[in-house]
């Protein structure tokens, strides 16, 4: 489950949660790898700007109409509006992967990054554990009455076997009294 978290989060947790409604998962375990599983490649995407800034950004920024005093621009921005910056980057999806290698490559504060991320994916994670949930949970409520409604069906088809069957020897018995006499 993890690695598919780390993969497709929000539906995976979700899916999870739906799983904790009915038992067979720990609730608190899969809400902690649900956050780790958004965490962790947020910080891979960081990794792969904060690096790889020399070969790819340096090297072809100018190609995406981005000089080296633009990125200087990028730099300062990140640093004073982190926070605007990651809300944008995390809450627009198309933007989010790019974004976050972007964010490592202008070199914004570890620490700002990490806060930033951690303060965005948790409500993130518990909106998407919490409806995962109460989905499960009203599925479970829903099978339940399923069940009882398949019982009763089933009592009601055996008691009108019965009726039928009764109903059915008794007028061939008082059909065969009314000839006798």
Do not use: Q
Not at 88 to 111: D, E, F, N, R, S
Not at 169 to 178: E, G, M, N, S
Request: proline fraction near 4%; include cysteine; glycine fraction near 8%.
């Amino acid at each position: 489950m993890f690695v598919i978290m780390l993969i497709e989060g929000p539906v995976i947790t979700a899916a999870a949660a739906f799983a904790v409604a009915l038992g067979y998962f720990d609730g608190w375990l899969v809400f902690l790898l649900s956050i780790i599983g958004n965490l962790l490649p947020d910080v891979i995407y960081y990794a792969l700007g904060y690096w790889g800034r020399e070969k790819l950004v340096n090297k072809y920024a100018h190609l995406f109409g981005l000089p080296h005093d633009r990125i200087a621009y990028l730099e300062n921005l990140s640093r004073r509006h982190a926070g605007k910056a990651m809300t944008l980057i995390k809450l627009v999806p198309l933007l989010a992967t790019p974004g976050l290698i972007i964010a490592g490559a202008v070199k914004m504060p570890l620490k700002k990054y990490i806060w930033w991320c951690l303060a965005l994916t948790l409500p993130s994670s518990l909106f998407f554990y919490v409806v995962g949930y109460y989905f499960g949970a009203a599925y479970d409520k829903i099978n339940h009455y399923l069940n009882l409604g398949g019982l009763a069906l089933v009592l009601i088809l055996v008691l009108f076997a019965l009726v039928s069957f009764g109903y059915g020897k008794l007028t061939t018995r008082f059909a065969r009294k009314i000839d006798k006499s």
